[in-house]
């Protein structure tokens, strides 16, 4: 079983940075892939980024690319993302998930596992 609490979201004004934190618990979660989805009001959830569990590769989505930047420490079990020149458009409560496996990094919803609670990220234009 894995536990995830996301931290580190806010208001900020477009064109900031926040950077969001999920810490893991569960003696197996460094054999997971990570990721980072997010969800608008009246929207479907959707993927913005995802790290394989050695932290070796790493996938986005169009729309984040070159804005965010995950990442991930095994050793504090914690995976990150940074997120720069932040647009009203990227306003959502956004979600860490665990899932896939050593070989596999999933970018859909339905292949990741665990999940936190979310935290909200509003950008003002």
């Not at 940074?82 to 070989?103: H, R």
Request: with cysteine; proline share 2%.
């Amino acid at each position: 079983q894995v536990q995830l609490v996301e931290s580190g979201g806010g208001l900020v004004q477009a064109g900031g940075s926040l950077r969001l934190s999920c810490a893991a618990s569960g003696r197996t979660y460094s054999s997971y892939a990570s990721g980072w989805f997010r969800q608008a009001p009246g929207k479907e959830r959707e993927f913005v980024a995802g790290i394989s569990w050695s932290g070796g590769n790493t996938y986005y989505a169009d729309s984040v690319k070159g804005r965010f930047t995950i990442s991930r420490d095994n050793a504090k079990n914690t995976v990150y993302l940074q997120m720069n020149s932040l647009k009203p458009e990227d306003t959502a409560v956004y979600y860490c998930a665990a899932g896939g496996s050593s070989y596999y990094t999933p970018t859909v919803r339905h292949d990741y596992d665990y999940w936190g609670q979310g935290t909200q990220v509003t950008v003002s234009s």
